[in-house]
């Protein structure tokens, strides 16, 4: 059975970092698109990020510019959203999704055919 699973989120101060994990099972990533996802409750997933199959990325939100990256281990079937200089508006639930095709400026929400159940980012001192 296919399925993502993300881990890495936590409680971190600000200007803090983590590095948020989304390994995969069922199926070779290498073949693959993610995209990161986070939600604020009551709020609709913001793109934030894609990862494509070599490796390439594309940033998806200007709040996240120069302060997230993605980065993908193909011999642990894993992408990584690596998260720095942390703010409060921050703090949400963080998701991976896949889907094919290549990292592209921007995916439409409805092509993901798989999600994650997400982790927690929460900044606060």
């Known amino acids: 059975q296919s399925q993502l699973v993300e881990s890495g989120g936590g409680l971190v101060q600000p200007g803090g970092s983590l590095r948020l994990s989304c390994t995969v099972s069922?199926?070779?990533?290498?073949?693959?698109?993610i995209v990161w996802y986070r939600q604020y409750p009551g709020q609709a997933q913001e793109s934030l990020l894609c990862?494509?199959?070599?490796?390439?990325?594309?940033t998806h939100s200007d709040y996240v510019k120069g302060r997230f990256a993605g980065y993908r281990d193909n011999d642990k079937n894993t992408d990584y959203l690596q998260v720095s200089g942390l703010r409060s508006e921050d703090k949400a639930k963080y998701y991976c999704a896949v889907t094919r095709g290549r990292c592209l400026p921007f995916h439409v929400l409805e092509t993901m055919k798989l999600w994650g159940k997400g982790t927690w980012v929460n900044v606060s001192s």
């Open positions: 990862i494509g199959a070599s490796g390439d990325t594309k």
């Open positions: 069922g199926f070779t990533l290498e073949d693959y698109v």
